[in-house]
T-cell receptor, first 110, second 114 residues
Framework: ELKVEQNPLFLSMQEGKNYTIYCNYS?????LYWYRQDPGKSLESLFV?????AVKQEGRLMASLDTKARLSTLHITAAVHDLSATYFC??????????FGTGTRLQVFP | KAGVTQTPRYLIKTRGQQVTLSCSPI?????VSWYQQTPGQGLQFLFE???????NKGNFPGRFSGRQFSNSRSEMNVSTLELGDSALYLC?????????????FGNGTRLTVT
C-alpha cells in the first residue's frame, strides 16, 4: 500500500526566512499534488507535478519532484504571514485516488 | 465557472442514524471522488466515480456508500452512524480522472455524530 510521509509536521518560521517541506512516497506514481488548506476551509490546489525533475513556482512557493528518489519538496522563499496554512502533498495511486501526506502546519510570525 | 458545491455544509446526527451528503461537480467534470478528513487519520480516500460507475474504493466499511447520477452529481451515504464518523467530508471533481490537471475540492460537509 502506498505510504506518503511529510516532514516536518509543524513548522514555525520567521518572516523573511526560507524553508523546505519534504514529501516522501513509497511507490511509483505518475502525479504528485501539493495543496494548501486554511483553517476551516477546503483544499486549494497549488501544484501538479508530473515528471522527474519537474519544477513549478508560484510566488514564494516552489515545488520539485524527483521520481527516482520518490521525493517532492515544497520550498518557501522569504516567508510572509499570508503563507500560514497547512500544506499537503498527495500522490495519485490510480485515477483520482489520492493518498495524502499527514500535512505540514506552517506558522509564519513577524 | 461555479466550483464544486457540497450540501449541506454542516450536519449533526445521532448514533445509529443515516446521512446523505451531496456533491455537484464543476460543469463538464465527470469524475467525482470523496475524502474523509479527521484530526487523527488525516485525509483518507473513500471512493471515486466516473460516468456513474465506481472505479476505486478506499478501505472503509460497507456502511459508506455512494453513487453518481447521469449529470455527474454524486451522493454519499453513511448508514448506522458511529461517533468515529464525525469528520469533514470533502468532494473533489476532475474532468476525466487520471488527468494531469488538479482535482478541485468543494468546501466540505462537516458531520458531527453525537
Amino acid at each position: 500500500e502506498l505510504k506518503v510521509e511529510q516532514n516536518p509536521l509543524f513548522l514555525s518560521m520567521q518572516e523573511g526566512k526560507n524553508y523546505t517541506i519534504y514529501c516522501n512516497y513509497s511507490t511509483t506514481s505518475d502525479r504528485l499534488y501539493w495543496y494548501r488548506q486554511d483553517p476551516g476551509k477546503s483544499l486549494e490546489s497549488l501544484f501538479v507535478l508530473l515528471s522527474n525533475g519537474a519544477v513549478k513556482q508560484e510566488g514564494r512557493l516552489m515545488a520539485s519532484l524527483d521520481t527516482k528518489a520518490r521525493l517532492s519538496t515544497l520550498h518557501i522563499t522569504a516567508a510572509v504571514h499570508d503563507l500560514s496554512a497547512t500544506y499537503f502533498c498527495a500522490v495519485a495511486l490510480r485515477a483520482d485516488k489520492l493518498i495524502f501526506g499527514t500535512g505540514t502546519r506552517l506558522q509564519v510570525f513577524p | 465557472k461555479a466550483g464544486v458545491t457540497q450540501t449541506p455544509r454542516y450536519l449533526i446526527k445521532t448514533r445509529g442514524q443515516q446521512v446523505t451528503l451531496s456533491c455537484s461537480p464543476i460543469s463538464g467534470h465527470r469524475s467525482v471522488s470523496w475524502y474523509q478528513q479527521t484530526p487523527g487519520q488525516g485525509l483518507q480516500f473513500l471512493f471515486e466515480y466516473f460516468s456513474e460507475t465506481q472505479r476505486n474504493k478506499g478501505n472503509f466499511p460497507g456502511r459508506f456508500s455512494g453513487r453518481q447520477f447521469s449529470n455527474s452529481r454524486s451522493e454519499m451515504n453513511v448508514s448506522t452512524l458511529e461517533l468515529g464518523d464525525s469528520a469533514l467530508y470533502l468532494c473533489a471533481s476532475s474532468e476525466e480522472g487520471s488527468s494531469p490537471l488538479p482535482l478541485h475540492f468543494g468546501n466540505g460537509t462537516r458531520l458531527t455524530v453525537t
